[in-house]
């Protein structure tokens, strides 16, 4: 059963999506480098290009060991690390990098996807992309296979479609009369309140405020799950 995949399809391929993925330690240069021991890990702070060099604000959580700094300046790539501050077990670094020798990031900036997150261990890193279109994460996964960067990509999805706006496509009406439903117990065992109860207060008749759920329930539907199902259906293909 293909319809509600195929209904939105122009619509999805043009989304932005945003991909969860894993990727081994050992298969980009940046996982290599940033090489920690067993119960330490390393979070990607931030990533300012400086044309093609860039420097990664990371930190890392727990011990590390004291070869550390001195092995990341070892590596062809690395102009210079730099402890910015340290705080119990936790210490925020700065990484003096070119960033054109790693394959994977390369990659990353060739379709133009966004890093939204990153952590990583002494074997995998977890990424968080955001790519343009789903035809962009396609090339990206087409270019990691070629490349021989064996990436696991765990979960795509669209967090909404964009022309539903921030409230999931819900008129103004729609929305107090859901929350209101949902806050007052509408939806509890037993019901705290009753579809007659939010007519009153509403000033609406009994079935308006029936309808009213049902076609709010309908439309959040719609545009949050549906959205990503597609989404996810759509970058499968």
């Not at 952590?119 to 996964?141: C, I, K, N, V, Y």
């Amino acid at each position: 059963m293909l319809p509600i995949f195929t209904s939105h399809a122009r619509l999805v391929r043009e989304m932005a999506v945003i991909a969860h993925l894993r990727i081994p330690a050992a298969a980009f240069e940046l996982g290599q480098i940033l090489d920690v021991t067993d119960g330490a890990s390393i979070v990607l702070e931030n990533l300012v290009p400086l044309g093609e060099r860039a420097v990664p604000f990371f930190s890392v959580h727990g011990d590390v060991a004291s070869a550390f700094e001195s092995d990341v300046r070892a590596h062809d790539s690395v102009t210079e690390i730099s402890e910015i501050s340290s705080h119990n077990d936790r210490i925020l670094y700065a990484l003096d990098w070119e960033v054109g020798a790693d394959t994977f990031f390369r990659g990353i900036d060739d379709v133009g996807a966004t890093i939204l997150s990153a952590a990583g261990g002494p074997d995998s890193w977890e990424f968080e992309l955001r790519f343009g279109t789903h035809e962009a994460l396609g090339q990206f996964r087409e270019y990691c296979s070629d490349n021989d960067i064996s990436v696991e990509v765990s979960r795509i999805y669209n967090p909404a479609r964009p022309e539903s706006g921030p409230f999931y496509g819900l008129t103004q009406p729609q929305r107090e009369t859901l929350v209101r439903a949902v806050q007052g117990g509408y939806y509890s065992i037993p019901r705290s309140v009753s579809t007659q109860d939010l007519a009153e207060e509403f000033g609406i008749s009994d079935q308006a405020v029936t309808e009213r759920l049902r076609r709010a329930i309908i439309t959040l539907v719609d545009n949050s799950l549906v959205a990503a199902m597609e989404a996810e259906f759509e970058a499968e293909q």
